[in-house]
């Protein structure tokens, strides 16, 4: 559901794109608040900064060629494929551990965020950030406990 539906026709397209943008920036910052007061290799300014970023492409995207699946699927897989990319480098393997793979897996869900909100799902947006909202903060008491033997 584009909420930005709800504003008159004659809202200008300079502000509805800025408006896409904001919403975006406003789905991604509680994700990366959440990694910024946690011991975490990115935060604040990555997701919604990755979330930004890709609605933006994606706008520049639409605008350009349309909603043409064949070109609108090639933007994308673009898209996610530089994301993935970012977020590999937040994985770190130290001797016999691996860290920062949910960090990873959170920057690739906040494009996601970015994506759906260009294209007007900003149900799919709330979802998106309020799942990365529980899995991040909420199951990490879980995955302590579920370790805490491992020793």
């Known amino acids: 559901m584009d909420i930005l539906a709800l504003l008159p026709e004659s809202t200008p397209p300079f502000l509805l794109t800025v408006l896409r943008l904001l919403l975006a920036f406003l789905f991604a910052l509680p994700v990366g608040l959440e990694r910024e007061l946690g ?4 935060g604040l300014r990555t997701f919604p900064l990755v979330a930004v970023t890709s609605c933006g492409f994606v706008l520049v995207g639409l605008d350009s060629v349309g909603v043409q699946g064949n070109l609108t699927a090639r933007i994308l897989q673009g ?9 590999g480098g937040a994985i770190l393997k130290v001797h016999d ?4 793979t949910a960090t990873a897996a959170a920057i690739w869900s906040t494009s996601a965020i970015g994506i759906a909100v260009a294209f007007g799902r900003h149900e799919i947006a709330l979802v998106l950030a309020l799942l ?20």
């Open 97 to 100: 551990t691996v860290h920062g």
């Open 132 to 151: 990365n909202l529980l899995l991040l903060r909420l199951f990490m008491p879980l995955k302590e406990a579920i370790h805490a033997g491992d020793g």
């Open 39 to 42: 011991p975490r290799n990115v």
């Open 79 to 87: 898209l996610i494929t530089g994301v993935g990319f970012i977020g």
